[in-house]
């Protein structure tokens, strides 16, 4: 009843994005789905450049970070990226892999939403809608409020799907949090993950719009991939998957060349073309603003002949391990997740059900799983979703 008296629902999902919709489609009959925003799963709707990168061919459990190493692999394996596929072509959507056994959706990834939005069939959808207050009496008891309207809904089940951090712009808010500390749950150092290091002083803005194959470094982890220069900083995939390793303080190495042997090129060029400016054969394997960049800071003058078999040591030591202290990221403004989050030690791996109070679930980004760039995350959603849905 939506007249002051209270509503009773068998499951309340706060939530519509990836996790919750895919929950709801699986949670059965008495399902209500609560979201802030004014439509569902707005963040599927932006992702992968408006074709969302739903999943990876090659999941796998190393590909994702959190306290416990081992918390995600359980639902991995139970609801796995076949399955999504599985309905994702159940439904007609056609689908490519794009690179790195990236799958993203032919036309739009509003095809995702749509797909989700009828799988869960029967449950409710409450859009615009907030949570005001929150109670547990041995059932949950909410009270939302929409068009100005209070009502009071008591549900046996809560599942958490609020997301994270990333990106408040688009309603993300730390919503999940405030109620696992409510009932007693940690929250592990939430950080922006898959985001752009920043150099502050300006120093790439000449090569903004340079993309260059690279290998990035941290202490923790590599990635070889493409790098951008941009007028903040360094972005594309192989940063922003490096940027989930790294922390505030730390170098990144890049290696500028990767896959080449920059030290016996040089040998090679300075044996064939004596005469030829260093700069110009660099140029052949490296932008050439990225050249004229790299020698305001190193001495890249002379011929190749005049080269030393140390100098040209040297030359490819600090072109394949340049060295960079970022003073920062672009923070959740623009980071594609949120690391750290739900404390798995007091959920389920099987359900995400919380140890300590029973009927409550935690899904999605919420939660501390997070995964590497390339569909990791939405499958993440999905399955954890799943498993959650099932087990309601
Ligand atoms: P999600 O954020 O999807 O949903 C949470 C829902 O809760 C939202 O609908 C929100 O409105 C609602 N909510 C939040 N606070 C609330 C409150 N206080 N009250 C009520 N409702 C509230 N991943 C991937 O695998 N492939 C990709 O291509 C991309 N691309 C991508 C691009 C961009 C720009 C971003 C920001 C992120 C991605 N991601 C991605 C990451 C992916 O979007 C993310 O991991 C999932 O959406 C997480 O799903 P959840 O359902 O957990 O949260």
């Known amino acids: 009843m939506e007249n002051g008296t209270t509503r009773q629902v068998r499951t309340l999902i706060l939530g519509a994005g990836a996790a919750g919709m895919m929950c709801a489609a699986q949670a059965g009959p008495g399902c209500l789905v609560v979201d802030h925003a004014k439509k569902p799963g707005e963040k599927i709707r932006i992702s992968g450049g408006g074709r969302c990168n739903f999943t990876n061919l090659d999941i796998r459990p190393e590909c994702y970070l959190g306290e416990n190493p081992h918390f995600h692999k359980s639902a991995l394996a139970r609801y796995t990226q076949w399955d999504f596929i599985s309905m994702v072509s159940e439904h007609g959507i056609g689908w490519h892999e794009k690179t790195l056994g990236q799958?993203?959706?032919?036309?739009?990834?509003?095809?995702?939403?749509?797909?989700?939005?009828?799988?869960?069939?029967?449950?409710?959808?409450?859009?615009?809608?907030?949570?005001?207050?929150?109670?547990?009496?041995?059932?949950?008891?909410?009270?939302?409020?929409?068009?100005?309207?209070?009502?009071?809904?008591?549900?046996?089940?809560?599942?958490?799907?609020?997301?994270?951090?990333?990106?408040?712009?688009?309603?993300?808010?730390?919503?999940?949090?405030d109620i696992a500390r409510q009932f007693g749950h940690r929250v592990t150092e939430?950080?922006?993950?898959?985001?752009?290091?920043?150099?502050?002083?300006?120093?790439?803005?000449?090569?903004?719009?340079?993309?260059?194959?690279?290998?990035?470094?941290?202490?923790?982890?590599?990635?070889?991939?493409?790098?951008?220069?941009?007028?903040?900083?360094?972005?594309?995939?192989?940063?922003?998957?490096?940027?989930?390793?790294?922390?505030?303080?730390?170098?990144?190495?890049?290696?500028?060349?990767?896959?080449?042997?920059?030290?016996?090129a040089l040998r090679e060029g300075r044996a064939a073309q004596g005469r030829r400016a260093l700069t110009t054969e660099l140029?052949?394997?490296?932008?050439?603003?990225?050249?004229?960049?790299?020698?305001?800071?190193?001495?890249?003058?002379?011929?190749?002949?005049?080269?030393?078999?140390?100098?040209?040591?040297?030359?490819?030591?600090?072109?394949?391990?340049?060295?960079?202290?970022?003073?920062g990221s672009e923070g959740y403004r623009t980071a594609e997740v949120t690391l750290g989050g739900v404390a798995t030690d007091t959920l389920s791996s099987q359900t995400m059900e919380?140890?300590?109070?029973?009927?409550?679930?935690f899904i999605g980004e919420a939660v501390d799983v997070t995964g590497w760039l390339g569909g990791y995350n939405f499958q993440w959603a999905w399955s954890s979703g799943w498993a959650a849905g099932q087990a309601i």
């Open 103 to 177: 799958l993203f959706c032919d036309d739009s990834a509003r095809d995702i939403i749509e797909m989700l939005r009828a799988e869960m069939g029967p449950a409710e959808l409450w859009l615009s809608t907030q949570l005001v207050d929150l109670r547990h009496d041995g059932t949950f008891v909410a009270t939302l409020e929409r068009e100005g309207r209070r009502t009071g809904v008591r549900a046996e089940r809560l599942v958490v799907a609020t997301g994270a951090k990333s990106i408040p712009k688009m309603g993300a808010t730390g919503l999940a949090y």
């Open 283 to 327: 140029a052949r394997h490296l932008p050439q603003r990225l050249v004229a960049h790299l020698s305001e800071t190193m001495d890249l003058s002379g011929n190749l002949g005049d080269l030393s078999d140390a100098r040209i040591a040297a030359l490819a030591e600090a072109l394949g391990c340049w060295r960079l202290v970022p003073a």
């Open 354 to 361: 919380s140890a300590q109070v029973p009927g409550l679930y």
């Open 190 to 264: 939430t950080r922006p993950g898959l985001v752009p290091l920043t150099f502050p002083d300006g120093r790439f803005k000449p090569l903004s719009g340079v993309a260059v194959p690279a290998r990035v470094a941290t202490d923790r982890a590599a990635f070889d991939e493409g790098m951008l220069f941009t007028h903040r900083g360094l972005s594309g995939p192989a940063v922003l998957q490096a940027s989930s390793y790294w922390r505030e303080g730390e170098a990144v190495e890049i290696d500028l060349a990767p896959g080449t042997d920059l030290a016996t």
